[in-house]
């Protein structure tokens, strides 16, 4: 069963591969350069123009809207990968910070109407990694742990959610296994809604070895749920 989680994640991180745009093509890695800070004006406007463009996709247009007003290049290349990966989500970089050999980025997603910032892990193998795709969460193992079964009975539609980032605190980091990393992140276990019961979080490891290629991740515990 193990070996089957394993192999799964290996499809999964191959499809990562498949959909990342020129970052990989050109070689070179992501860094500061690829930050953009959305202004009000680009806010107020672009949206509404890609609403009535015709014959592109809503993100795509957008992308070429940032391009339009001013955002640097990689800036541009940037936000397209991480459309491709969210399938149109739109997304720029708020912030960048180099820990190597993989680093952290947030991702300011100005058109959501909840979690409006998300965490990516770039330049390591595939160069981005996306935490806030649940897909690649150690689920089963969670599910299958007596804290989430206990939860249950209280929350009966508890289930992830992505996490509630700020923008602003990086995750906590370790050595892992032969020279690796591991990067420590919490998701909220909501009762069927972003807006419902809060039934704590379930804390995992994203994992990566000593040259940054992406092993997958695992479910290390869970914190209980706040107070009432």
């Not at 591969?17 to 690829?34: F, P, T, Y």
């Not at 991480?82 to 980025?105: E, L």
Request: charged share 15%; glycine share 10%.
């Amino acid at each position: 069963m193990r070996d089957l989680r394993f192999a799964l994640t290996l499809v999964v991180v191959a499809g990562l591969s498949l959909v990342e745009s020129g970052l990989s093509q050109s070689g070179s890695k992501i860094d500061a350069s690829a930050v953009w800070q959305l202004t009000p004006q680009f806010l107020a406007t672009a949206p509404e123009i890609c609403s009535k463009a015709s014959g592109t996709g809503n993100g795509e247009c957008l992308v070429s809207q940032m391009a339009k007003a001013g955002a640097p290049p990689a800036a541009v290349t940037f936000t397209r990968a991480i459309n491709k990966q969210s399938h149109g989500d739109f997304g720029v970089m708020a912030g960048f910070h180099a820990v190597g050999p993989v680093d952290f980025a947030f991702v300011s997603y100005p058109l959501r109407a909840n979690t409006n910032y998300g965490l990516a892990l770039v330049n390591g193998t595939p160069s981005i990694v996306n935490v806030e795709d649940l897909n690649l969460l150690d689920k089963k193992n969670m599910q299958q742990s007596a804290q989430f079964q206990d939860l249950k009975l209280q929350y009966p539609k508890l289930d992830l959610w992505p996490g509630d980032r700020d923008g602003k605190i990086w995750p906590d980091s370790q050595p892992g296994p032969d020279g690796g990393k591991q990067f420590t992140l919490a998701y909220p276990l909501r009762n069927g809604c972003h807006a419902c019961e809060h039934g704590g979080d379930a804390i995992f490891t994203w994992n990566f070895d000593a040259q940054g290629k992406f092993l997958g991740t695992a479910f290390v515990g869970m914190t209980p749920p706040p107070l009432k």
